[in-house]
């Protein structure tokens, strides 16, 4: 069954570090999310990516915050300077069409010290 | 906002109990409602949704959920319950108004731990 994979399942880093977490969406898929789960919080939505652009994105997604689909398989997301604050889970998503399923990858643990 | 209301955070069962977990969302527009599951150390998977159509859904593993618009309401059921469903349950909505190309908001969650 396809799946949607993430690499590091767990990153540690230090304050003011740029960190990117790697996302493999599911070849066919033309919709690609991230959302984030603070511990003991909401999974919550950070951005959505369409045609190669931005389509969505929540407040969390500030300037810090960076997408990107470098070549035909990745998507990344890029924090430019973490803050503890962005310790959370960070979960990866893609659906084929606008309001189909979403499949979710297994997730990164993002620990900034 | 659009916001969904999950009301028991901890529910504790024994196997063969039967399972009604609460959901609820605010919006007055056209929503998508999904129940997502995340066992230990897994991926979020979906377990059902509802876009249109008959109100009681069947999903996967024996669980449905009736969506019921004058409530506001997307209950999680199942008749018997199996350790094997310990997990984490996760309702979202997905409000066509929003324009979002699938941008799922979630309630907090419903650990459900099951004893044999």
Redesign the interface.
């Given at each position: 069954e396809p799946?949607?994979t993430q690499t590091p399942s767990h990153q540690v880093t230090q304050m003011g570090q740029e960190v990117i977490l790697r996302c493999v969406p599911i070849s066919n898929h033309l919709?690609f999310?991230w959302?984030r789960q603070i511990l003991g919080?909401?999974?919550?939505?950070l951005v959505?990516f369409?045609n190669n652009e931005i389509?969505?994105k929540s407040e969390i997604f500030d300037d810090q915050f960076s997408v990107e689909r470098p070549d035909g398989s990745n998507f990344t997301l890029k924090i430019r300077s973490t803050k503890l604050e962005d310790s959370a889970m960070y979960?990866c998503?893609s659906?084929d069409r606008?309001?189909?399923?979403?499949?979710?990858?297994?997730?990164t643990r993002l620990t900034v010290v | 906002a659009q916001s969904v209301s999950q009301h028991n955070h901890h529910v504790i069962l024994s196997e063969a109990a039967s399972l009604e977990l609460g959901c609820n969302y605010s919006y007055g527009g056209t929503v998508?409602l999904f129940w997502?599951v995340q066992y230990p150390?897994?991926?979020?998977?979906?377990l059902l949704?509802y876009?249109s159509g008959d109100p009681l859904v069947k999903g996967i593993k024996g669980f449905e959920a009736e969506f019921i618009k004058s409530k506001f309401s997307f209950n999680l059921r199942k008749p018997s319950v199996q350790w094997s469903d310990t997990a984490e349950y996760?309702c979202?909505v997905?409000t066509?108004f929003?324009?979002?190309?699938?941008?799922?908001?979630?309630?907090?969650?419903t650990r459900l731990a099951v004893h044999p």
């Open positions: 799946e949607v919709y999310y959302y919080q909401k999974v919550e939505f959505s369409y389509s969505e979960f998503a659906s606008r309001e189909g399923e979403a499949f979710f990858g297994q997730g | 998508n997502y150390g897994q991926h979020l998977q979906l949704k876009f996760f979202a997905n066509l929003s324009g979002g190309y699938n941008k799922l908001i979630f309630g907090a969650g």
